[in-house]
C-alpha cells in the first residue's frame, strides 16, 4: 500500500510495475499551474478544497488503483464527497445504494455485476469499500449497453433527455480533436463513418457522469484519464451544469521514456489535468496490434 510520505512512495519496492521504475519522474505529484512537485500532504489539502475531484487512471495498471486508493482514504474524511465510478451504469443505482459498510468484498462484486461487466473487481471493489467505510455515498455514473447502442445509432434524441443536457458542451474545435483521438486510440483502423457515433458515445458518458456528479455538492469521480482530460472530457460538462463550483482533475499517468522531466510534455498533455501523478508502466503490450489481429479475424 502506499503510504502518506513522499520518501516511501518513491520508493520502487511498493510499486508492482516493473517497467521504467528509474525514471526521474516515478513517484512525482506535479502541479500543472506551476510545474512543481507536490507533496502527497499538500495534494490532499489542496484537493480537499474543490467541490468535484476527477481522479483518472490508466485501467490496467494496479499502481494506479492503489494511488486511487491512497487518495480516496486520505481525502474522503477531509470533507464529505460522494463517490461517482465510471464504472458502474445508472441502472444498477438500486443493488448499489443497498450496500453499506458492513458489506463483503462478494456483496459489492455482485452489486457492481463485475463478472460480466469485464471491469476486474480486484480492482474496483477495494475502491467502493473504502468509500463505503468514510461513509460516502457510492454513485452509478456510466450509461447501460442499450442506451448507448441507442446513442449510436439514433442519436441522443432516443434517450430521455436529462442526462444529456450538456451533449452539446463540445465546440466543434473540442469535438474535432475527440474524433482524433478517437481515430488514434482504435489504431487508425476505425471506419471514417464510425468515428462521429464512437464521439456521440463517449460524450455521453461523459455527459451522464458529469450528470451524476452535479447532483451532489461535492463529488469524487473514479474514470478512466480520457473522461477526465479538462478540455474535452467531464469537466467540459460540469462547467455547464454546476458553473460556480470548483473542479480539479488529477491524471494518474505512466511515465514515457520519450521525456524526462514534466517541461518536456507537450502544451495538450499539460492542459488535460490540474495535477499529474507518474507511476512505472505496467505492461509493453502492443494494443494496436492486438487491435489489428482482432479485426482481421473478425
Same mark, same amino acid.
Given at each position: 500500500?502506499?503510504?502518506?510520505?513522499?520518501?516511501?512512495?518513491?520508493?520502487?519496492?511498493?510499486?508492482?510495475?516493473?517497467?521504467?521504475?528509474?525514471?526521474?519522474?516515478?513517484?512525482?505529484?506535479?502541479?500543472?499551474?506551476?510545474?512543481?512537485?507536490?507533496?502527497?500532504?499538500?495534494?490532499?489539502?489542496?484537493?480537499? /478544497?474543490?467541490?468535484?475531484?476527477?481522479?483518472?487512471?490508466?485501467?490496467?495498471?494496479?499502481?494506479?488503483?492503489?494511488?486511487?486508493?491512497?487518495?480516496?482514504?486520505?481525502?474522503?474524511?477531509?470533507?464529505?464527497?460522494?463517490?461517482?465510478?465510471?464504472?458502474?451504469?445508472?441502472?444498477?443505482?438500486?443493488?448499489?445504494?443497498?450496500?453499506?459498510?458492513? /458489506?463483503?468484498?462478494?456483496?459489492?462484486?455482485?452489486?457492481?455485476?463485475?463478472?460480466?461487466?469485464?471491469?476486474?473487481?480486484?480492482?474496483?471493489?477495494?475502491?467502493?469499500?473504502?468509500?463505503?467505510?468514510?461513509?460516502?455515498?457510492?454513485?452509478?455514473?456510466?450509461?447501460?449497453?442499450?442506451?448507448?447502442?441507442?446513442?449510436?445509432?439514433?442519436?441522443?434524441?432516443?434517450?430521455?433527455?436529462?442526462?444529456?443536457?450538456?451533449?452539446?458542451?463540445?465546440?466543434?474545435?473540442?469535438?474535432?480533436?475527440?474524433?482524433?483521438?478517437?481515430?488514434?486510440?482504435?489504431?487508425?483502423?476505425?471506419?471514417?463513418?464510425?468515428?462521429?457515433?464512437?464521439?456521440?458515445?463517449?460524450?455521453?458518458?461523459?455527459?451522464?457522469?458529469?450528470? /451524476?456528479?452535479?447532483? /451532489?455538492?461535492?463529488?469524487?469521480?473514479?474514470?478512466?484519464?480520457?473522461?477526465?482530460?479538462?478540455?474535452?472530457?467531464?469537466?467540459?460538462?460540469?462547467?455547464?451544469?454546476?458553473?460556480?463550483?470548483?473542479?480539479?482533475?488529477?491524471?494518474?499517468?505512466?511515465?514515457?521514456?520519450?521525456?524526462?522531466?514534466?517541461?518536456?510534455?507537450?502544451?495538450?498533455?499539460?492542459?488535460?489535468?490540474?495535477?499529474?501523478?507518474?507511476?512505472?508502466?505496467?505492461?509493453?503490450?502492443?494494443?494496436?496490434?492486438?487491435?489489428?489481429?482482432?479485426?482481421?479475424?473478425?
Amino acid at each position: 500500500m502506499i503510504v502518506g510520505c513522499s520518501p516511501y512512495i518513491r520508493t520502487q519496492i511498493l510499486w508492482e510495475s516493473t517497467l521504467s521504475t528509474d525514471h526521474s519522474l516515478v513517484g512525482d505529484i506535479v502541479r500543472i499551474s506551476d510545474l512543481r512537485r507536490v507533496q502527497p500532504e499538500q495534494l490532499i489539502k489542496e484537493l480537499s /478544497s474543490a467541490d468535484y475531484v476527477l481522479i483518472g487512471e490508466k485501467h490496467d495498471n494496479p499502481d494506479h488503483h492503489n494511488v486511487q486508493n491512497w487518495l480516496l482514504t486520505e481525502l474522503l474524511p477531509e470533507t464529505k464527497y460522494n463517490l461517482v465510478f465510471e464504472m458502474l451504469n445508472y441502472n444498477q443505482q438500486d443493488a448499489i445504494s443497498a450496500l453499506s459498510s458492513s /458489506s463483503l468484498p462478494t456483496d459489492i462484486s455482485d452489486a457492481a455485476n463485475f463478472d460480466q461487466s469485464g471491469w476486474p473487481s480486484k480492482y474496483y471493489t477495494p475502491l467502493i469499500q473504502t468509500g463505503l467505510s468514510r461513509g460516502a455515498q457510492i454513485i452509478a455514473g456510466n450509461l447501460p449497453k442499450d442506451d448507448l447502442m441507442t446513442i449510436y445509432q439514433e442519436g441522443f434524441s432516443a434517450l430521455e433527455p436529462t442526462r444529456f443536457t450538456t451533449s452539446d458542451a463540445l465546440n466543434q474545435e473540442q469535438l474535432s480533436e475527440l474524433e482524433d483521438r478517437i481515430f488514434q486510440d482504435h489504431c487508425g483502423i476505425l471506419p471514417a463513418s464510425q468515428t462521429a457515433p464512437m464521439a456521440k458515445i463517449q460524450i455521453a458518458k461523459d455527459a451522464s457522469m458529469a450528470y /451524476s456528479m452535479s447532483k /451532489s455538492d461535492k463529488a469524487v469521480l473514479i474514470a478512466g484519464n480520457y473522461h477526465v482530460n479538462k478540455t474535452i472530457g467531464v469537466p467540459r460538462h460540469l462547467t455547464m451544469l454546476a458553473p460556480k463550483k470548483k473542479t480539479v482533475v488529477v491524471q494518474i499517468v505512466e511515465v514515457d521514456d520519450n521525456y524526462e522531466t514534466v517541461q518536456m510534455l507537450n502544451s495538450d498533455k499539460l492542459a488535460q489535468a490540474d495535477y499529474l501523478w507518474f507511476t512505472p508502466r505496467w505492461t509493453d503490450k502492443d494494443y494496436c496490434d492486438d487491435m489489428k489481429q482482432h479485426t482481421s479475424k473478425k
